[in-house]
């Protein structure tokens, strides 16, 4: 298990297991932030595929209040086929490209013949060390706010056996390739104090680390959260991924209380796997409007006010 793993003892690392990245102290001034991601296609179209894995690994340093500065590939793909060669070459034009939105420098990587494609990056960014987000530092009193819409996974899900709507592969692409860079610089410039990305364990899952570590407890508002087009009807026709069902088990039994009132579909949503999904950002409530209104301006697929942090126990909680 995670919780088992030995903690550096080397007093430089300031960040390790169990955040969005690592964190090493190279000077008083400079902290070295770092990452790893990838996985298996969630689209058909390999450029999509790799610029949504790039957009994904990005994320975790974005997540830290860092930035991005180079970063190498990680590919497993089969040396036989199928599928062809000029596969492989635009899933990694998928990821140059999205390097490139991002100001990083893809410097090389490594290649593994394995039969499921698989892609994604190690990231290495900067940060000054005083100025990292923190996922202990959100209180009583804070907003929480996201900035992209849930349903990804119960959306790649219908994607996968044939039955989305028409369109859903392009807003899986455009949603899941769009850049965390500017929500992060709007928590910076709005006094964000605790931040983490939503990926795979859920909205729930992830709200929990924030509110574990912070000593407090989180309330979601079901009706407040921000859904993909599609996702509602995909959880009705029963099309829920293994991994979002996992998270919502692991969930109910650890950390999350559903009140009355709040719908199945809703439940799962809270629940639902992202990939490459938003940030989670707590704020001090009187700068929730200009937070808000910054997120607007500068185009986050979402820039939704929805929960607030309340006193502990640590824990979530899911109204209507």
Known sequence: MLKDLPKPTDPRALVAHGDDAGVYLLAPDVALVQTVDFFTPIVDDPEGFG????????????????TPLTALNIVGFPKAGPPELDVLGRILAGGYRK???????ILGGHTVDDREPKYGLAVTGVAHPDQLFRQDAARPGDVLVLTKPLGVGVLATAFKHGRAPEGTERLLIDVCG?????????????GVRAVTDVTGFGLVLHAFNLARASGVRFELSAGSLPVLPGARPAIAAGLVPGGTKSNRAHAQGTCLSVQPGVSEADTWLACDAQTSG????????????????????????????IGRVLPGPAGVVLVP
């Open 51 to 66: 610029l949504i894995a790039a957009a994904n690994s990005l994320s975790d340093i974005w997540a830290m209040g860092a």
């Open 99 to 105: 390097a490139a939105e991002a100001g990083v420098t």
């Open 178 to 190: 769009h850049l965390n860079r500017a929500a992060a610089e709007a928590a910076r410039a709005h």
């Open 278 to 305: 938003g940030l989670l950002l707590a704020v001090a409530g009187e700068r929730e409007t200009a937070l808000v209104a910054a997120l607007k301006a500068a185009g986050t697929p979402a820039a939704a006010v």
